[in-house]
């Protein structure tokens, strides 16, 4: 049996290796591996090859070398857009035909006459379309892993979980793409039908983490800030002010003329602090009410964001979690504290609203709260419930394989 089976997937492996679009994409991830070797950072900005490019957010006193090659190298253009996105389309195109290609040639009558179980063979050949993206992405990974402990003097084993995750990534397209094979019998219409599911995937999370997510995220630092406000932070601005306004006693005369013209310039002096803080006290009372209004605002608004992103997030859960799947490589390499310097500097460059800038809110600010919100979400509830959906497709494609009667 399990002669068998390696046979099956030998097989599969030279048929990969015919395929120029196999060699393309690996040429393609070579010299990828090597424009991160020619990029560099220091404290200036930006470093290519011997030129460099003055950047005052990215540099070496805000960025440490090996979060700038894994941070802003290898998992954004290495991982999430090149291995993500251009990668995963070629490898779709590449495999997509595996499954109609054998149902519709005279390969199947010849493969079920074996004595080889129609769920193995199935099976097989779905680790076949793995098989492509598997060799891409450890090929990939190795080069990077060799550019970031070279050039970022950081050796990273930790890199290597780009492996299963985006294999991961890759199959909950590929079930349905094989799914698909099945029922149209036909390469493009399996491949248009998978690259619309994608499409629905991303809206739903553009839709969940990109807009509602940050809009609720918002409005609950407004309101978080506005209550510390309410309690703490005005309250004590009109205690310090109330305790500055007490007018001060009138000084004595002592019959010294110097002295009492001092001591009533001190006493004019201080009345008139006093009266200042009167001013800064009443003020302070009038953006007390102020900030209540705009805290009961802020709670009414609150739930129809929540509703909003409660129906996003029921959505994004029953779906696979593609982005989220990738964005675990960034937890596990990437801690927040690591970004935290160009964070600081951004932060000092945003301009923001009145409103948000009283509660101390810009997009650095918001951006750091969703980061957390998004790394606490449970490793399970991103690959667990992906691969649920997998599975059940899966079975789909499994039990329509061995049913059919080619």
């Known amino acids: ?25 690996l040429v393609l991830s070579g010299i990828l591996v090597a424009s991160m070797a020619c990029v560099g950072v220091n404290e200036k900005g930006v470093t290519v090859l011997w030129w460099t490019l003055e950047i005052p957010l990215l540099n070496s006193t805000v960025i440490t070398k090996p979060v700038f090659y894994k941070s802003f190298l290898f998992i954004p253009l290495g991982v999430t857009i090149w291995l993500s996105w ?3 389309i070629l490898a779709l195109i590449s495999t997509a035909s595996i499954i109609p290609d054998f149902i519709s040639s005279g390969s199947i009558e010849l493969s079920l006459s074996r004595p080889i179980g129609r ?40 890199l290597f979980i780009a492996v299963p995750l985006v294999v991961a990534f ?62 703490v932070d005005i309250p004590k ?29 001190e006493f004019e002096r201080a009345n008139r602090l006093a009266a200042r803080a009167k001013e800064r006290a009443d003020k302070a009372r009038q953006d007390l009410e102020s900030m209540r209004t705009r805290l009961e605002k802020f709670k009414e608004d609150l739930p129809t964001y929540e509703q909003i ?28 504290s690591d970004l935290q310097g160009m964070r600081d500097a951004q932060a000092a460059r945003i301009e923001v609203s009145e409103e948000d800038e009283a509660l101390n809110i810009n997009d650095v600010t918001v951006a750091e709260r969703m980061d957390k919100v998004l790394r606490a979400r449970s490793v399970w509830w991103v690959i667990g419930t992906s691969l649920v959906f997998e599975g059940i497709v899966l079975g789909a494609a499994a039990w329509i394989f061995c049913r059919r009667d080619f």
Request: hydrophobic share 50%; aromatic share 10%.
């Open 86 to 88: 251009a990668a995963t």
């Open 170 to 231: 890759f199959s909950y397209l590929y079930s349905f793409c094989a799914l698909m094979g099945l029922i149209t019998r036909s390469t493009i219409a399996s491949l248009l039908l998978t690259v619309l599911l994608w499409v629905v995937i991303f809206l739903v999370h553009l839709g969940e983490t990109g807009i509602v997510l940050r809009l609720k995220e918002t409005q609950l630092m407004r309101i978080e800030l506005a209550q510390r406000a309410i309690d």
């Open 1 to 25: 049996m399990m002669t068998q089976t390696i046979a099956l997937l030998v097989d599969a492996y030279r048929e990969l290796n015919a395929k120029r679009l196999f060699w393309v994409v």
């Open 119 to 158: 769920l193995r063979l199935f099976l097989t050949k779905y680790l076949t379309g793995l098989l492509f993206v598997a060799l891409q992405v450890t090929v990939f990974s190795l080069g990077a892993f060799l550019v970031i402990g070279i050039r970022g003097e950081s050796w990273e084993p930790k």
């Open 237 to 265: 601005r009109i205690a310090d002010q109330e305790e500055k306004a007490k007018e001060p006693a009138a000084p004595a005369v002592t019959g010294d003329a110097e002295k009492d013209r001092k001591a009533q310039d």
């Open 309 to 336: 992103h409660f129906w996003f997030f029921t959505a994004k859960t029953v779906l696979p979690k593609t982005s989220e799947t990738i964005g675990l490589l960034e937890r596990e390499m990437v801690s927040i």
